[in-house]
C-alpha cells in the first residue's frame, strides 16, 4: 500500500478520494470539489491517499499548529475492510506529525479530532463497519481521545453556513495525565482552523463567546 500526498484537483486520484469521502460522510460535511483546489496548494494542511493495486481505499487529512503545539486530523476515510488500512494511514499520519513537530522544534500537547454522536448521528453511508459512529468513537477512545465537555457546533463545510451538530470536540494528549485544556487553546484553535468559513451561524458565534468566559475545559471520557 502506498501513502500518496494529494496536491491537485486534477490528479485523478483525487478524484476517487473525494467520491470516497462522498460516499462516507454527510453532503454537509464535503467540501466541494472543485472547492479543494486552494486546500490542497496550502503547505500546512496535509492530504493522504491509501493507494492499494491503483485504487484509493482510504484517506486523511491534517495539520499541525506549531505555534499552538496541536495537531488535528480533519478526518479518517476508509474504502474497504480487511486491508488494516485504518492502522495504515494512522501511522504514516503519527510518523509524519513527529517530523513536523522536530522541525519546528516544538512539543505537540496533542490532537484535536471531531467524532460523531452515534446516538444523534445519521448513520447514512456508513455501511462500511470501520465507518459507522459506533466503531470509529471507540477507535478514537482506545487511541486515548477524550470529549471536550462543550456543547460543539461547526459551521457546514458547504458554504451555507449552517449548523452542523451532532459531534463532540475530542482531544488526544500527549500526556495522558492532562484532563482540561485552557479554554483560549480551545477557542483559538476553533478560530483558525474555521478561517476558511467565512459564514457561521449564530449559535457557533455564541459557542465561542462562551468559551472566552471560561478558563479551561475538561477532558471527559468517550
Same mark, same amino acid.
Given at each position: 500500500?502506498?501513502?500518496v500526498?494529494?496536491t491537485s ?6 478524484k476517487?478520494?473525494?467520491? =470516497?469521502?462522498?460516499r462516507?460522510?454527510?453532503?454537509e %460535511?464535503? /467540501? #466541494?470539489?472543485e472547492?479543494?483546489?486552494? $486546500? &490542497?496548494r496550502d503547505?500546512g ?16 487529512e ?6 499552538m ?6 478526518f479518517?476515510?476508509i474504502g474497504?475492510?480487511?486491508?488494516g488500512?485504518?492502522?495504515? =494511514? ?7 506529525? %513527529?517530523? /513536523? #513537530?522536530?522541525?519546528t522544534?516544538t512539543? $505537540? &500537547? ?6 460523531y454522536?452515534p ?25 486515548g481521545?477524550?470529549?471536550?465537555d ?8 458547504d ?9 463532540? /470536540?475530542c ?10 485544556l485552557?479554554a483560549?487553546l ?8 474555521y478561517?476558511a468559513?467565512?459564514?457561521?451561524p449564530?449559535s457557533?458565534?455564541a ?8 478558563a ?7
Amino acid at each position: 500500500m502506498e501513502y500518496v500526498r494529494l496536491t491537485s484537483i486534477r490528479d485523478p486520484l483525487f478524484k476517487s478520494m473525494h467520491e =470516497l469521502l462522498g460516499r462516507i460522510f454527510p453532503k454537509e %460535511e464535503v /467540501l #466541494a470539489f472543485e472547492l479543494w483546489e486552494e $486546500p &490542497l496548494r496550502d503547505e500546512g494542511i496535509y492530504v493522504y491517499a491509501a493507494v492499494h493495486d491503483g485504487e484509493v481505499v482510504g484517506a486523511t487529512e491534517y495539520r499541525y499548529y506549531a505555534d499552538m503545539r496541536v495537531a488535528v486530523t480533519d478526518f479518517t476515510a476508509i474504502g474497504r475492510e480487511g486491508l488494516g488500512i485504518g492502522r495504515f =494511514l494512522a501511522e504514516n499520519r503519527r510518523k509524519h506529525l %513527529e517530523q /513536523l #513537530a522536530a522541525e519546528t522544534r516544538t512539543s $505537540p &500537547l496533542g490532537m484535536f479530532a471531531e467524532i460523531y454522536d452515534p446516538r444523534k448521528a445519521d448513520t447514512a453511508g456508513s455501511e462500511l463497519t470501520p465507518m459507522h459512529p459506533y466503531v470509529r468513537r471507540e477507535v478514537l477512545s482506545h487511541l486515548g481521545y477524550r470529549r471536550l465537555d462543550l456543547d460543539y457546533v461547526h459551521p457546514s463545510w458547504d458554504h451555507e453556513g449552517n449548523a452542523v451538530t451532532g459531534l463532540d /470536540l475530542c482531544f488526544m494528549p500527549a500526556d495522558e495525565r492532562t484532563t482540561f485544556l485552557p479554554a483560549s487553546l480551545v477557542a483559538a484553535y476553533l478560530e483558525r482552523y474555521y478561517a476558511a468559513l467565512p459564514n457561521r451561524p449564530d449559535s457557533w458565534y455564541a459557542m465561542m463567546d462562551g468559551l472566552r468566559k471560561r478558563a479551561a475545559v475538561d477532558l471527559l471520557p468517550l
